[in-house]
């Protein structure tokens, strides 16, 4: 036995052509055998440990104008400064007049441009959404051919895109994960059974307000439409984070801001702030704890609404399946690094899909992957 431990010791490079197995009988053979030599036995012991353990490898760091600088050079763009400046151009234009209200004199009206983004009514702003022009027509006992058709075209052609470029709420929580500084994961298996939720409010809000359409235009409806009370026009009317924020606090502080332009000291009682804070309606408050909740789900979870309440999501999530916009993977490039799946905000598993051209469901193709490849693998397709 000692003999053919010293014969492997001086061919020790056969142990690196050995697998695992053999290598672990090697070891375990030198530690029941005591008739080994101590100093042969050590020798190897430490010669196969060596042998064992990964090289390290140590490449420099390149710096961030570095960076930008190389994949400039390589004709190569970052899509996050574009996206970035069409998000905020959007959102000014959502938001514009509902911080107008805060005028006394202003005296704005309703602008019906729609598009499959998350604008409520509420907010009076210069663009509205596609699901909330629908369920306003069907309250109204009108089929709503015109946003129907509108989430139609756009799905078919760009997909999610506007949920990713255009939504004020979706620029909104990139603005919290920007200050937060980092993109957090959501447990795969949990991810996936609550992606199902925004589904399900899809569902019950179509079913409220067809039936209450229906209804009406059978002339029977004017006792359930009483009923529904505010979600009659629709459910996301009624409760959404984006009606709040550009609707109903702009009208909170317009009128508090007429208040204390006339107001006097007396009137600075508790009895009037207690009559104020009643004529603030219950459902008002649940909107601003669910505004609340929203920020806090955003700081927690990138694109908390897009992933898991979104109805507008829901809906166009259906088109981008077979969207003419996609991306792509160059399968000869990716390294499989996985840098794109830790930028996803949306958490989508982009290692796992056709290369060739994918369109998951999920996909807001806000093109964040894009950016963060290291080996420029990924780019848009159309078609």
Known sequence: MVDQLESSHRNSHIILGAGDYDVRRLLGTMDYHSAVRPSVRSHLWLRLETLMQPVATSEPKVGVANRIWQRLRRGRIYY????????????????GIALARLNPSFNGARSWVILPVVASVKAQGAIGSTLDATTLLLSQAIFPWLPIGIMFVVGALLGRFMCGWICPVGFLQDVITGIK??????QTRTHEYWIRLKYVLVGITFLISATLGLALYNGVGSDYQQSLGPFASGLFIAITPDGTLFGTLPLILAHSWRFLGTAQVSDFSAANLGSWLEGISALTWINILILMGFIYAAWRIPRFWCRYICPVGGIMAVF???SLLGMHRDPVKCSNCKECETACPMQIPILDLDWKKFNDSECILCMACIDACPAGALSPKFP
């Open 80 to 95: 996050w400064p574009v996206r970035t400046l069409v998000q905020l151009g959007f959102f000014l234009l959502f938001a």
């Open 181 to 186: 500084g980092r993109v957090d994961s959501v």
């Open 320 to 322: 981008q399946k077979n």
